[in-house]
């Protein structure tokens, strides 16, 4: 079966630096709906479409077409006594701006006795990444999968 709009694509995959270094592995494979659902970046999605199972592709993408570009910004220092009494470093925190509806995933990069410094930008913002893959299988999208816009099951979303 080939890769087309509606079907349910099964990959392994790594995505690198451009060092070479793993940045990301999942120990088993990623299923995603195919068709401009947003379930994979979509450089990739154009190389794999019309392709069948076994077809392996490297597609190099800039910032720009996966995380962003780095933004100093989004860098910030809060004062502690706004933290639970147990932040750690690598703690999530979500925030926002002022009457914005906009929400924004901080990491926690540092602490001191009265500062905390979070990050809003992905860890991986700023960075040319390769995305190496193997297609491991394809299969017709189920009615449930299309209205819900993603694939579900073994290596899908679960609800």
Do not use: W
């Not at 299923?31 to 597609?59: A, N, T």
């Not at 996966?66 to 004062?79: H, I, N, Q, W």
């Not at 147990?86 to 999530?92: F, S, T, Y």
């Amino acid at each position: 079966m080939r890769i087309e709009k509606n079907t349910v694509v099964s990959l392994d995959y790594e995505l690198l630096d451009m060092e070479g270094k793993v940045m990301e592995k999942p120990d088993s494979p990623i299923s995603y709906l195919h068709g401009g659902y947003d379930g994979i970046f979509p450089m990739v999605e154009e190389k794999l479409h019309l392709k069948e199972v076994g077809y392996r592709c490297s597609v190099v993408m800039e910032p720009e077409y996966t995380f962003g570009e780095y933004d100093a910004e989004l860098v910030r220092m809060e004062p502690r006594d706004v933290f639970p009494e147990n932040v750690e470093i690598g703690m999530q925190f979500e925030g926002g701006e002022e009457g914005s509806d906009e929400v924004t995933v901080y990491t926690v990069t540092d602490i001191t006795d009265d500062k905390v410094i979070v990050d809003g930008n992905h860890p991986l913002a700023g960075m040319t990444l390769r995305f190496d893959c193997t297609v491991t299988a394809v299969r017709p999208a189920t009615a449930e999968e299309l209205s819900h816009g993603h694939a579900h099951g073994i290596h899908g979303h679960a609800h």
